[in-house]
């Protein structure tokens, strides 16, 4: 497999890396990072900070080299771990209280767009569809990223609604202190919208929706991780009792997982 901009791919990464792990480290390690931030949300980064640290920094540099051997599963993962990292660090640069990793947090979410770019462009050279046989479970996929889609409306609409009725402002924005959440409006107008699309482009048999469902299958498990950790945190930090919807989230990750293997074992581990 021919990659035109695997070079540019790699320098990008290995910046990308060092700026994760910078960010990562500072978020554990050093107290002072988040105190301009409510205790809730500092206790949700620093969770988030330690799944990026200890998981998805290993996952983004181990994919990379698997990319380079051949690997075409590692292109899905590669490609899902970039997307949840630029998923994550718009939230790092609008959500968070300004404090000394601005500019990093900046710099991380502009190497994980752009090498995010590159890939996909990589990725639509190819006939991806190919790669999957007639066992590819289409249909099942589709169905879980619209009940995704669905079941994550409901929950932040039945945030919004009431408040824009009422003229107040959601709880999960004003108890942060912040214009507006920027996890609204990133699901609102990119992801969940982003799984409807994907699962139309599945039952159409388009390449497109080929390409998007293992990359949204390897977003969602790194972000369910990353909200259970959150949830762990604020649990241990003695800000909330119930961690019941961490429970939730393993039983997506589980899910999501599962499917991702199904979509993925009948393809050829190399080229």
Wanted: contains cysteine.
């Amino acid at each position: 497999m021919e990659y035109k901009n695997l070079k540019i791919v790699q320098i990008l990464t290995f910046a990308l890396a060092a700026c994760l792990a910078v960010v990562s480290f500072f978020g554990v390690f050093v107290p002072n990072t988040y105190e301009r931030d409510a205790a809730s949300m500092a206790a949700q980064g620093v969770g988030q900070d330690i799944v990026n640290l200890f998981f998805v920094l290993p996952l983004l540099l181990l994919s990379l080299i698997f990319i380079a051997r051949g690997s075409k599963i590692a292109i899905f993962i590669y490609s899902g771990t970039l997307f949840y990292l630029l998923y994550s660090f718009v939230i790092y640069s609008f959500g968070v209280h300004f404090n000394n990793m601005f500019l990093l947090y900046c710099l991380t979410l502009s190497l994980s767009f752009y090498a995010f770019v590159l890939i996909m462009y990589e990725l639509n050279r190819m006939e991806v569809q190919d790669w999957f046989g007639n066992r590819t479970p289409v249909k099942s996929i589709g169905i879980f990223l619209l009940i995704i889609s669905i079941m994550f409306y409901m929950l932040w609409l039945k945030d919004i609604v009431p408040a824009i009725w009422t003229d107040t402002v959601p709880q999960t924005v004003s108890d942060y202190n912040l214009l507006v959440n920027p996890v609204h409006v990133l699901d609102i107008a990119i992801a969940l919208p982003g799984l409807i699309i994907t699962a139309i482009l599945l039952f159409k048999g388009r390449r497109l929706g080929y390409i998007l469902a293992p990359i949204f299958l390897v977003f969602i498990i790194i972000l369910t991780i990353a909200l259970i950790a959150m949830v762990l945190l604020l649990k241990a930090r003695n800000i909330t009792d119930d961690i019941s919807i961490a429970g939730v989230f393993v039983v997506l990750a589980t899910l999501s997982t599962i499917l991702l293997f199904l979509l993925l074992r009948n393809m050829k581990a190399r080229v």
